[in-house]
């Protein structure tokens, strides 16, 4: 692992908060500092303050190429998947700057990181000695190589590359390095219990086709934008099983109380369709709507649907719901009088467009609003098909 002069390091710790496109433009006026490795480091450290603040309070920690810290997961998300996991044993085959493979290692008695990249390695050897993970053994080994040769454990996780050979993102299993379809039958043979982190793109019903042995599958949203999809898999003799569907939906650096339920149940629901807008407006969060329990929501939250197809619910009475909820405030068909008057006063307003054939921008500009503000307006398409405006407010 390279190692960094006094001048650098002093250097990186006056200059982390500065811009460091700035910092090397001007890289002439500080000769005595490496100046590229320290803009590096500094640019790695702002990163980690947001993604891993926990991890940005440690001094000393050594951050990798933007790539990887562009790729490593979130601390939130880090903490949900240690959330998932505990026992004797534990290895991540991919493990990359080490970040899901600190936070779940504390969870077992022994852990073995494996990474193909040498200075990655490195790193994680240096970084997980100061931030106390003595119990992580780092290993410079190819994924397929070290399962092929290791004994079985508690728990595997595996975070397979998802670029092509020209850097460009892909969201098939099967496009993805290592092949996770055609491992599955080892994994399962080497881990009682295996994670596989994928793309939030994949398509949920395909990854269930794809893989003979998932046990659950975890959406993760963080401040309402989807941000992996975990895919566990289990191989148990003699059982038939469902997998369940598990949505979390953190917010900033808060785990959530996640929504659980099987595809079977979500057939099952019964979903009511609202004859008129209530007082009441629900949008479900981004891992619902990735998910998809659609019926099952208007269910168990005793709520009604606005259209088979809207994703939109009302109610007249206010409930905890796992996404965001407005009080409507006026409602508007596209009569010229009826749409001149519910636009009055009113030059901004934060546009959503659900079930309805425009795109926000043309409906923008058509309304001609501007984005911000403090209050909310829905286009979408009602039970008997009449097309509406919904102008609510947060709640």
């Not at 990186?12 to 005595?32: F, M, N, Q, W």
């Not at 009682?192 to 042995?213: A, G």
Request: hydrophobic share 40%; with cysteine; proline share 4%.
């Amino acid at each position: 692992m390279m190692q960094f002069s006094s001048e650098t390091l002093s250097f990186i710790h006056s200059h982390r908060t500065d811009d460091v496109r700035e910092l090397a433009l001007h890289a002439r006026k500080y000769p005595g500092v490496d100046v590229m490795s320290a803009v590096e480091q500094i640019a790695g450290w702002q990163m980690a303050r947001k993604k891993l603040p926990e991890w940005a309070q440690t001094e000393g920690l050594v951050y990798p190429k933007h790539l990887s810290m562009e790729q490593c997961s979130s601390e939130v998300t880090a903490r949900y998947k240690a959330s998932l996991v505990g026992g004797g044993t534990f290895v991540d085959l991919t493990a990359g700057f080490g970040v899901d493979c600190a936070y779940m290692a504390k969870k077992f008695l022994r852990a073995d990181y494996v990474e193909r990249q040498e200075t990655l390695c490195e790193q994680a050897v240096h970084n997980y000695s100061l931030l106390g993970l003595k119990h992580i053994q780092v290993h410079c080994a190819d994924a397929v190589d070290y399962l092929k040769g290791m004994d079985p454990v508690d728990c595997l996780f595996l975070d397979p590359a998802r670029r092509d050979i020209h850097g460009g993102r892909v969201v098939k299993i099967s496009d993805c390095e290592p092949d996770v379809c055609a491992l599955e039958p080892l994994l399962v043979e080497k881990g009682r219990k295996v994670i596989v982190k994928l793309s939030p793109m994949l398509d949920i019903f395909v990854t269930l086709k794809d893989l003979k042995y998932v046990r659950e599958v975890h959406v993760v949203a963080v401040n309402n934008e989807c941000k992996e999809l975990l895919i566990i898999l289990q191989k148990r003799a003699g059982e038939s099983h469902e997998p369940t569907i598990v949505c979390e939906q953190a917010v900033d650096n808060f785990l959530s109380e996640p929504f659980r339920f099987t595809y079977s149940e979500e057939k099952k629901a019964v979903c009511p369709i609202a004859v008129s807008v209530g007082e009441f407006l629900y949008e479900p969060g981004a891992a619902l709507l990735k998910a998809g329990p659609y019926r099952l929501l208007a269910e168990r939250y005793n709520l009604k649907k606005l259209h088979p197809n809207s994703h939109l619910y009302s109610s007249d009475l206010l409930v905890d719901f796992p996404g965001r909820r407005f009080q409507v405030v006026e409602v508007s068909g596209f009569g010229k009088k009826e749409l001149k008057a519910f636009l009055q006063d009113m030059d901004k307003a934060n546009l959503t467009v659900r079930n309805f054939p425009a795109s926000v921008a043309d409906l923008r500009k058509k309304l001609k609003l501007q984005e911000g503000g403090d209050m909310y307006v829905f286009a979408t398409t009602l039970g008997d098909n009449e097309r509406v405006l919904i102008k609510c407010r947060r709640v």
